[in-house]
């Protein structure tokens, strides 16, 4: 239940129990000052089912309503406050309580709220509220006054507008947000929620799948539009969470991990369209699959190795970001590295006029270009400003890097020779152990030994690029060296095999392994830390997973590596995906939503 307590006389003709109301403050009370309004927070229960939201608001309160659904309703803060209002959730009910005991206004109040948090780890937010109004006049001359601010505001427009992301792709801000922000607006008011439009964009992008996979040209033509239908609703989504703040963890797991489920099928689609007018094109589908991936990781790892960034690199940082917001730069730079809005529009594009294999080329072709944009300048940057990194980032990495028990085993018996390894050895020792491998995979016979040896070595040049803590200036490429290693080989592997099924199981092993590195990132990033351990070890880590496809190339011969490939990808998705559902639709999963745009 959510409880507003409105402190001081009520004030004739406001619309504020009604606002609170309309918000779903039902339980409305009345206390004479803060004195009794913590007399009345004494006797609310703190926990247990009946502990809901408590919001403390100044009778005097004139603004927007959306000035106090911003700061009273958002689930993704424990405490948020406005002029004139503030609120705590269930988990910041007792720091409201010793708040209130101490102070005798609603100002000194919100002051020592934000203490109380900040000292038990914690944070008060105060939300932007832009054009919008909070106040809290001093008498009737003021009140007018801010009446007049407050009728002189659309408000709905500055709603409706606050949907949209700041900072997104030219496509996506130009051809998409001007129409889906309103279809967001028609969801909410016929109460549909966040997470049924965003299964409503997998449902349709998967029809895009299947339509694709026909293999006709009227089959082309519906996947395109199908697929950019898809994206319109996927942006739709987050515009909606938007505008009503139906923020949870559910919707965060969807909107974190379907983009990429949406993507990876149309590209399995087209495969399976080329295949039915005698075009494999399943190795062009996996490095397109590859490649994406691998720019992601490019991104996750540089971005948590610098999230706390000071000194030089956060100089860097903020030169970037002005770069990013002012002039023609924005949309240079957000088109260059083909976005997802850019990508899934020319995939469409190029689904509806050309065929399969002219789409992949294209995708690799803009991928590959984007690629070294991104990578140059963060290699760059990283060189040029190298601070301290801090033990979160370290962890970070680690956890990034998926280091499976061979590895572990090789870095506990190579830590004095990492030491003597120069600043830039890690990703040094992690790329030329990834060459060693992919090149044996590639280039040497089929089926011999030779591939089982360089994944050996593979193994042991992973332990030693982690052997050590990863706080070198580029130490943030090893997890994304790693990545190109274990998919690259396991394309190379299958392509070579000739063996009918060997590229779809492969872009079936691919696909799981990556979305339990997608959810690894995303755990990091909403605060809850990596996966369990066991989970790494239970899948072999990304080392043994690549020493497990190796030897079964080497040892298996005609449908068999088929049939390992298709059991790893079955046994590795159970796995991650048991525990990622149980993860993330469990009460402590992070709300983590992306509010900055994809960069890649």
Request: proline share 5%.
């Amino acid at each position: 239940m959510r409880t507003a307590i409105l402190i001081g006389p009520s004030v004739p003709g406001s619309p504020l129990e009604g606002d609170l109301r309309s918000l779903g403050y039902d339980d409305l009370r009345a206390a004479a000052d803060i004195a009794d309004a913590a007399t009345m927070l004494a006797f609310l229960p703190d926990s247990g089912p009946e502990a809901g939201s408590v919001a403390l608001v100044d009778s005097r309160f004139t603004g927007h309503t959306h000035s106090l659904r911003l700061a009273l309703t958002d689930p993704r803060w424990t405490a948020a406050a406005v002029p004139g209002a503030v609120v705590a959730h269930a988990g910041a009910r007792p720091a409201l309580a010793r708040a209130t005991m101490r102070s005798h206004t609603l100002d000194g109040l919100t002051e020592q709220l934000a203490g109380q948090l900040r000292s038990d780890g914690g944070e008060l937010v105060r939300p932007e509220l832009g054009a919008l109004v909070a106040a809290v006049p001093a008498d009737e001359a003021e009140r007018v006054k801010a009446a007049a601010a407050v009728a002189a505001v659309d408000e709905e427009k500055v709603r409706l507008n606050s949907a949209v992301k700041s900072r997104d792709g030219f496509f996506t801000t130009f051809f998409i947000s001007p129409y889906s922000k309103y279809l967001a607006r028609w969801c909410a008011r016929r109460g549909l929620t966040p997470n049924q439009v965003t299964t409503a964009s997998l449902l349709t992008a998967l029809i895009a799948a299947g339509c694709a996979a026909t293999g006709t040209r009227p089959g082309y033509v519906a996947a395109a539009v199908l697929l950019l239908f898809s994206f319109v609703l996927d942006c739709t989504d987050g515009q909606l969470a938007r505008y009503s703040l139906q923020y949870s963890t559910l919707g965060a797991w969807l909107d974190a991990t379907f983009d990429r489920a949406k993507e990876y099928a149309f590209y399995a689609g087209l495969a399976l369209g080329a295949a039915a007018n005698g075009d494999d094109v399943w190795a062009l589908a996996l490095g397109a699959m590859v490649l994406q991936t691998a720019r992601h990781m490019v991104d996750f790892a540089f971005i948590e190795a610098n999230q706390d960034a000071s000194g030089k690199a956060a100089a860097n940082a903020a030169i970037s970001a002005r770069l990013d917001s002012v002039g023609w730069t924005v949309w240079v730079r957000r088109i260059i590295v083909l976005p997802i809005g850019e990508r899934w529009a020319m995939v469409a594009v190029l689904t509806a006029l050309t065929t399969p294999r002219i789409t992949f080329y294209a995708l690799l072709v803009g991928c590959a270009l984007a690629a070294c944009y991104t990578l140059a300048g963060r290699v760059v940057r990283s060189m040029r400003a190298h601070d301290r990194r801090t033990d979160r980032a370290v962890r970070a990495l680690g956890a990034l890097a998926d280091t499976g028990p061979l590895a572990e085993g090789a870095a506990a018996g190579l830590r004095g020779v990492a030491r003597r390894l120069p600043a830039v050895g890690p990703p040094a020792v992690a790329a030329l152990g990834g060459a060693v491998m992919i090149a044996t995979a590639l280039f040497t016979p089929a089926g011999g030994l030779w591939p089982l040896l360089g994944a050996l070595v593979y193994v042991v040049t992973s332990g030693l690029a982690v052997a050590r803590p990863l706080t070198g200036p580029l130490d943030w490429l090893v997890p994304p060296l790693f990545r190109v290693a274990e998919y690259t080989t396991v394309l190379a592997l299958a392509a070579r095999a000739d063996v009918s099924g060997a590229l779809p199981a492969a872009f079936g092993l691919v696909a799981a392994v990556a979305y339990h590195h997608y959810d690894t990132e995303y755990r990091i990033r909403g605060g809850a830390g990596a996966p369990p351990a066991w989970l790494v070890r239970a899948t072999g880590g990304q080392e043994g997973r690549a020493l497990v496809a190796v030897a079964a190339a080497a040892l298996l011969s005609g449908t068999g590596f088929t049939i390992a490939l298709t059991v790893m990808a079955v046994a590795v998705a159970a796995l991650v995906l048991t525990e990622s559902i149980r993860f993330w639709v469990s009460s402590g999963a992070p709300a983590v939503h992306d509010e900055t745009g994809e960069p890649a």
